[in-house]
């Protein structure tokens, strides 16, 4: 059981990392693509400017990978982990017992 969990935790941070390294950083390159299609001769009003603002962030928030996903996969990994510690040690004291 402590093997499949330390399985867990390596394939959940490859995947992790897999994910980090092969993402475009969307907080850099959206702002710079709604920018373009902006007017800049035009005034614009607050809930216009709030409005084009909630559109970035939308499109930043819809372009970032889910990251919960291998970050639960290396909970569970690390849980099996400790249970499979535990019931080591639990073992380890019943056998000291009865000795």
Same mark, same amino acid.
């Given at each position: 059981?402590? !093997?499949?969990?330390?399985?867990?935790?390596? #394939?959940?941070?490859?995947?992790?990392?897999?994910? *980090?390294?092969?993402? =475009?950083?969307? *907080?850099?390159?959206?702002?710079?693509?709604? *920018?373009?299609? +902006? =007017?800049?001769?035009?005034?614009?009003?607050? !809930?216009? #400017?709030?409005k084009? +603002? @909630?559109? #970035?962030?939308?499109?930043?928030? !819809?372009? @970032?990978?889910?990251? &919960?996903?291998?970050?639960?996969?290396? +909970?569970?990994?690390? &849980?099996?982990? +400790?249970? @499979? @510690?535990q %019931?080591?040690?639990?073992?380890? =004291? %019943?056998?000291?017992?009865? *000795?």
């Open positions: 059981m402590k !093997e499949i969990g330390l399985i867990l935790v390596g #394939v959940g941070y490859l995947w992790f990392w897999g994910l *980090a390294m092969n993402h =475009d950083p969307p *907080a850099k390159i959206v702002p710079i693509q709604h *920018a373009a299609t +902006l =007017d800049r001769t035009t005034t614009y009003t607050a !809930e216009e #400017v709030g084009h +603002l @909630s559109q #970035v962030g939308m499109t930043i928030h !819809e372009q @970032s990978p889910l990251h &919960i996903l291998p970050a639960t996969v290396m +909970l569970a990994g690390t &849980i099996l982990i +400790l249970i @499979s @510690s %019931s080591q040690w639990t073992r380890r =004291d %019943s056998n000291n017992e009865c *000795a």
